[in-house]
């Protein structure tokens, strides 16, 4: 469907891990290496490692391919690796889940703004992750409070598909529980992965890149910003050129995007 024919914009579906937070390098990655020193053993993903493994969606993947990949004979060695990596990736989202309790992972800018003002203005919300529910309840708790989860009329969260992104069935389950078409959302993510997966869900989608992600290969998003922007730091429009006149993210912006020219 052509920009100018789309439907008026209706919901709002947000990945989470680099697009509600920053939470890769000092979050997920340090809750895994905790696991590990937990469980006894000399694994230690550094954040340039990591950002390696980040091409693999799904913890549990990341894990079994840093098997495969950087230690293939222990992995060969483990009576019941697929057990072990479960263990280790519930022992993970423990020790994440008390790291956004204490000291917390902040919002980046504008995403605290921009949900409050979409609830407002009567637009829906949804959530699309490859992360584990409890990480996503975590999040959200952490930075809106307890009740926060029921401001989303569907999250899409772990193993609910059996394919992660870039596969686009997360954001299939979301678009069928909300039943509205793709082209009546917006989605908002931060790497590749995720871009193709809301792309391929015919998914118009606004990436905000991280640290990781910002050598990915963005030219399919309908607009590419450093952050959503907040009153006081206006966001910078990275791509596409033409796009003028963009320094907050708020709903009318999204609306007139949206719409197309």
């Known amino acids: 469907m052509a920009p100018h024919t789309r439907p008026p914009l209706r919901a709002l579906i947000f990945d989470v891990d680099g697009t ?11 809750a895994f290496n905790r696991a590990f020193a937990e469980a006894g053993l000399d694994w230690a993903w550094d954040p340039a490692l990591y950002g390696d493994l980040l091409a693999v969606t799904g913890g549990k993947e990341r894990i079994r391919h840093y098997l495969e ?12 690796p697929d057990a072990l990596i479960a263990r ?21 800018h504008g995403v605290r703004r921009l949900i409050e003002e979409a609830r407002a203005e009567g637009l829906r919300l949804a959530i699309a992750t490859t992360t584990t529910p409890a990480n996503v309840t975590a999040l959200l708790a952490a930075g809106f409070g307890r009740d926060a989860e029921s401001w989303f009329a569907v999250i899409g969260a772990g193993d609910v598909v059996p394919a992660k992104k870039p596969a686009p069935d997360i954001y299939y389950y979301v678009l069928e529980r909300l039943g509205l078409p793709a082209e009546a959302c917006l989605a908002f993510e931060d790497s590749e992965n995720g871009l193709r997966a809301a792309t391929a ?17 963005f030219r399919d998003a ?4 450093d952050h959503l922007g907040d009153r006081d730091r206006p966001c ?3 791509a596409p050129p033409g796009l003028n006149g963009f320094d907050l993210v708020d709903v009318p912006a999204l609306r007139r995007l949206h719409a197309g020219p």
Request: aromatic share 4%; hydrophobic share 35%; proline share 9%.
């Open 69 to 80: 990949r950087h230690r293939p004979e222990e992995l060969s060695r483990l009576p019941a």
């Open 201 to 217: 869900a015919g998914l118009p989608t606004i990436v905000t890149p991280t640290d990781y992600s910002r050598d990915h290969d």
């Open 88 to 108: 280790l990736h519930a022992a993970k989202t423990r020790h994440y889940t008390a790291l956004l309790a204490d000291p917390g992972i902040p919002f980046r």
């Open 222 to 225: 309908l607009a590419v910003l």
């Open 236 to 238: 910078r429009v990275l």
């Open 20 to 30: 509600l937070a920053d939470t890769e390098r000092d979050g997920h990655r340090l």
